[in-house]
């Protein structure tokens, strides 16, 4: 089956910082979503981005399919933004996802 | 409003019971999803279902039951014979090759 690497696992940051969380797959995909999930377990849905480039606020995604492999942006992190970022891939006939380990964020103020 | 509600948010199960939790979805999405999470890893599929009355394992199926009668749900039962319960369970949905929707999730937990 398809792999997803994320990386880096850790990453902690000041507030008003950017960063770049990046997410490797093994395979060709049609579905590609980047999530954040919160202190309580909620997984939003940041982007659904199998190609190209995305931008919503002061978060923006790049997939390069050909290449296999996504970017999470995050420009001027403030402290609402720590939590857990999961990058998660589909391929074949269905829509199930396959899920990276995940990178843990902590923004300091 | 659109979405995917779970319910109980916390459950708590006694050795050797079953326990069914709940994902019921108004979106009008064919396909439906369930995964398991444990603390510091990423989500595993463990049922899913495209279609009504249809269901196939994902990778971690053992010890666990779903059922898809109704096109907004798609209960989950955790029987007796999983050894290690405890986790986050999360329910999605997804219309075709779009992206999934997840409802908040339950905690459940052995006493």
């Known amino acids: 089956g398809i792999q997803v690497e994320q990386s880096p696992p850790d990453l902690i940051l000041q507030e008003g910082a950017n960063s770049t969380l990046r997410c490797n797959f093994s395979?060709?995909?049609?579905?590609l979503q980047w999530f954040h999930q919160n202190p309580w377990g909620q997984l939003i849905n940041l982007f659904y981005?199998?190609?190209g480039t995305k931008q919503n606020g002061r978060l923006s995604a790049t997939t390069v399919a050909t290449e296999r492999y996504s970017l999470l942006y995050i420009s001027s992190s403030q402290t609402t933004d720590s939590g857990v970022y999961f990058c998660?891939?589909?391929?074949?006939?269905?829509?199930?996802?396959?899920f990276g380990t995940g990178t843990l964020l902590a923004v300091q103020p | 409003d659109g979405g995917i509600t779970q319910s109980p948010k916390y459950l708590f199960r006694k050795e050797g019971q079953n326990v069914t939790l709940s994902c019921e979805q108004n979106?009008?999405?064919?396909?439906m999803y369930w995964y398991r999470q444990d603390p510091g890893q990423g989500l595993r599929l463990i049922y899913y279902?495209?279609?009504?009355?249809?269901?196939q394992k994902g990778d971690i199926a053992e010890g666990y039951s779903v059922s898809r009668e109704k096109k907004e749900s798609f209960p989950l039962t955790v029987t007796s014979a999983q050894k290690n319960p405890t986790a986050f369970y999360l329910c999605?949905?997804?219309?075709?090759?779009?992206?999934?929707?997840f409802g908040s999730g339950t905690r459940l937990t052995v006493v």
């Open positions: 999605a949905s997804s219309m075709g090759r779009l992206e999934n929707t």
């Open positions: 395979d060709s995909v049609n579905n």
């Open positions: 981005i199998p190609s």
């Open positions: 998660a891939v589909g391929g074949g006939a269905t829509n199930k996802l396959i």
């Open positions: 979106l009008n999405h064919d396909a």
């Open positions: 279902s495209q279609i009504v009355n249809d269901f």
